[in-house]
């Protein structure tokens, strides 16, 4: 993990959505997704529950942010 891929799953989870951490990141939401598979992906873990209306954390994903 690097510290990029940290703000940045910080960041969707302080706004709860992908599109606008995106923007707030000053990224483009297929580079943001495309980070967190990659996270999620080396932990082989899910951090986010995605939704139509946003996402939320996973029991894991709490856990990850906490830490």
Partial sequence: M???QFEIFKTITEVKS???AARKLNFTQPAI???IK???QT???ALFERHNHGV???EAGQKFYEY
Avoid: D
């Fill in 2 to 4: 690097n510290i990029e």
């Fill in 18 to 20: 992908f599109t606008k």
């Fill in 33 to 35: 997704s495309t980070q």
């Fill in 38 to 40: 990659i996270l999620e």
């Fill in 43 to 45: 932990y082989n873990i």
């Fill in 56 to 58: 939320q954390l996973t």
